[in-house]
């Protein structure tokens, strides 16, 4: 279990994953070896993992979208099918209207209906496929605990926008172009986020000073960012849910006021069977009840909610483009 101390650790590393033990010991009251000691522990147990969460839009996957599945028979053999198919990065059983639900990421529309025709209506056991196309980020977050993760920010008129997949672009606004050394050194970083300079270096071909350049230029111009993900049932800390919402009205202003409930940590308009969908975290099914009923469907303009509680998670990578590294959780 997690006390305090491990909590503000974890906070530290996920506003940057590559923060020095020095600062994440003056932030929660130790010296450097007990936090060393306590940030080893956190990833050696499988609390914690420190990587570089990558923005597919960088590497040209401009559209995500969740997919809803129906299926019939063997519903760990469907899911292990799926979960095959590289472009999809997140597969979880639910209780609800979907057996199983995915997030895929796509090139375009082609890519998509190639997916969707070739790789995925065909597998033994899909009878129904439903897909809805991500619109607008509100709010993500690969933060823990609830309340810390990041709100888009506001636009004029309160409404907040953001692509779901933002492209990644230079000081000057062009779009950032990557080399092979930058990929390889994305390679390295997704496998471990704070892998020192010099073994990113020689693994990049590189000397130190230009490496630490280039790490630098591709997290500010957002291609990465290196963070620490929490695995919360490892960490005995919180089940998830999805929630698919009917609206009608101002959608900027009924997801303005969704996000500011901390317990969600993701959220966004799809075109599809839901108007916005969002994730939240929650305890037990009672606080959950509570908090959908209380909280949520008390929002003016929500007219409905549907709620799919995450059975088993399958299938979760934070790291893109596939062909890189693979970092699947079967069944977490």
């Known amino acids: 279990m997690l006390d ?19 600062r994440i010991a003056e932030a929660v009251g130790l010296t450097e070896a007990p936090a060393r000691q306590r940030v080893a522990r956190l990833t050696r147990f499988g609390l914690i993992e420190i990587v570089a969460i990558t923005n597919p839009g960088a590497f040209g996957f401009r559209l995500r979208v969740a997919v809803g599945l129906r299926c019939e028979g063997d519903l760990d053999a469907i899911a292990a099918a799926i979960a095959q198919v590289d472009e999809v990065d997140w597969l979880v059983a639910t209780a609800g209207r979907h057996d199983l639900m995915a997030e895929l990421r796509c090139v375009d529309e082609q890519h998509l209906y190639a997916l969707l025709t070739d790789r995925i209506r065909v597998i033994p056991g899909v009878r129904e496929v439903e897909t809805l196309l991500y619109l607008n980020l509100f709010k993500a977050s690969y933060s823990w605990p609830p309340g810390s993760g990041r709100r888009v920010p506001d636009e004029p008129g309160g409404a907040r926008r953001c692509s779901p997949v933002p492209p990644a672009l230079t000081g000057g606004g062009e779009e950032v172009t990557l080399d092979e050394i930058d990929r390889r050194i994305i390679a390295e970083l997704q496998q471990d986020g704070r892998r020192t300079y010099g073994r990113i270096a020689e693994a990049a071909g590189l000397s130190l000073a230009p490496t630490r350049q280039r790490v630098a230029r591709l997290i500010d111009t957002g291609v990465i960012k290196i963070a620490a993900i929490v695995n919360p049932k490892a960490a005995g800390l919180l089940r998830r849910a999805a929630l698919g919402l009917h609206c009608e009205g101002d959608l900027d202003a009924i997801a303005a006021a969704i996000a500011r409930v ?71």
Do not use: C, N
């Open 4 to 22: 305090e101390i491990d909590r503000r650790i974890i906070a530290e590393l996920q506003q940057d994953g590559r923060r020095t033990y020095g």
């Open 262 to 332: 901390d317990e969600v940590d993701w959220l966004v308009a799809t075109a599809g069977g839901f108007d916005l969908m969002a994730e939240v975290g929650h305890l037990d099914g009672e606080r959950l009840h509570r908090l959908v009923t209380d909280r949520i469907r008390t929002i003016p303009g929500v007219r409905g909610v549907e709620t799919l509680v995450f059975l088993s998670i399958y299938k979760v990578r934070y790291p893109w483009p596939p062909a890189m590294t693979h970092r699947d959780q079967s069944r977490l």
